[in-house]
């Protein structure tokens, strides 16, 4: 990356989407970033971004040739990642939100990430700092266990489903609302809050973790009814989806779940984002928005800023952490669904 005195960091873009336009606006206050080139399907949807004629293209060649360093915010697996091997292997640093191809694809980016040049703290509950903690000074407390609420629309269906709500009803909201995808497969199945979890394990405990062995213990919300939940209520408790790592049997078991979880419970407070992480060093709980444009564009742009100054991204573990033999572990009630 050459840059000149003061000049601004030229950044280049993948996606002008819900995340990438409220980047482009917040990016507008900070002189020493330059949004030279952004990717897009289609150049003549209308954006607010200043200068969209000279920004907008379709040929992801136009934005390496032109960028100190790549901000993916397109998503997918396939184009994007591709496009972010080549930034990579040309010796640029990436900053993405994009946790689905961290999960699926983390071999693409693990060479740059030893050398501290991918950025990724948007990709896990947005706006609430979760990578830098779990990758940083919570190294420090070795880990027993840790439990999180990931997906902000379960939360906002199982919140539904409390006031009676049926289950189709609540994700048709959902959806209205534009807290949905369309194909709402990856919320509500569990494997967005699956993906966050496994980029969570690998910083906090088993580097290797393997995606397909989340995605295996992973089960979602859609067959959750108003009965299933108001059992959880009685008790004056709630239903949650709740990815955890717990150390079971000498290895760390990853999985995500709907699970009742007791009142009062830290993770019980209806947070769209919340991670609970015990380690010897005590309990601590980190809360906030998990979801949504400027949410999320922030901590993008927190990571272009740490990265302008010179701070290097996330490092992965070196090696795996021993599982503790004994330790008084939570054991979080199950949703029966079968
Ligand atoms: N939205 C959130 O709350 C949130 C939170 C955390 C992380 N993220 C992650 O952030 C990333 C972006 O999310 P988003 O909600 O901003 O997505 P989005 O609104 O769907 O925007 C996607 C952008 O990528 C462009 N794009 C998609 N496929 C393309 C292709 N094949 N070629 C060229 N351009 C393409 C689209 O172009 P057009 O505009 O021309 O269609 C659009 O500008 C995803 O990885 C997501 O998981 C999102």
């Not at 080549?86 to 993405?96: E, K, M, N, Q, S």
């Not at 394990?201 to 295996?216: H, N």
């Not at 979801?291 to 991204?313: I, N, Y």
């Amino acid at each position: 990356m050459t840059r000149p005195g003061d000049s601004p960091l030229r950044i280049g873009m993948l996606g002008v989407g819900t995340v990438g336009s409220a980047l482009a606006t917040l990016m507008q206050d900070r002189p020493e970033l330059r949004l030279v080139k952004a990717l897009v399907r289609d150049v003549a949807k209308p954006r607010k971004i200043a200068h969209p004629e000279a920004v907008l293209t379709t040929d992801p060649d136009e934005v390496l040739a032109e960028a100190d360093v790549l901000v993916e915010v397109m998503g997918g697996t396939s184009l994007a990642v591709d496009v972010t091997r080549r930034a990579l292997d040309a010796g640029l640093p990436v900053v993405t939100a994009n946790k689905a191809a961290l999960a699926e694809r983390w071999d693409v980016y693990l060479p740059a990430m030893r050398e501290g040049r991918v950025y990724f703290e948007s990709s896990v509950m947005a706006g609430t700092p979760s990578i830098e903690p779990v990758a940083g000074i919570l190294r420090g407390s070795s880990p027993l266990e840790l439990h999180a609420v990931l997906n902000g629309t379960c939360s906002y269906i199982l919140q539904q489903l409390e006031g009676g709500t049926s289950y189709a009803h609540a994700l048709a909201e959902a959806q209205r609302l534009g807290y949905a995808e369309a194909d709402p497969t990856l919320d509500v199945g569990g494997f967005d809050a699956a993906h966050k979890l496994t980029i969570l394990a690998r910083l906090a405990v088993t580097p290797d973790l393997a995606w397909e062995d989340v995605k295996r213990a992973t089960h979602g919300i859609d067959r959750l009814t108003p009965g299933l939940v108001h059992e959880a209520m009685e008790d004056g408790g709630r239903v949650q989806l709740v990815g955890s790592i717990t150390p079971r049997e000498g290895a760390w078991h990853v999985t995500v779940r709907p699970v009742y979880l007791p009142a009062g419970h830290p993770l019980a407070a209806g947070e769209s984002a919340a991670l609970l992480y015990r380690g010897v060093g005590g309990e601590v709980l980190i809360t906030g928005p998990g979801a949504g444009g400027v949410e999320t564009a922030s901590a993008v742009l927190g990571d272009l800023l740490a990265l302008a100054s010179g701070r290097p991204g996330p490092t992965p573990l070196s090696r795996p952490v021993v599982p503790p033999a004994n330790a008084a572990i939570e054991e979080l009630g199950e949703v029966d669904v079968a």
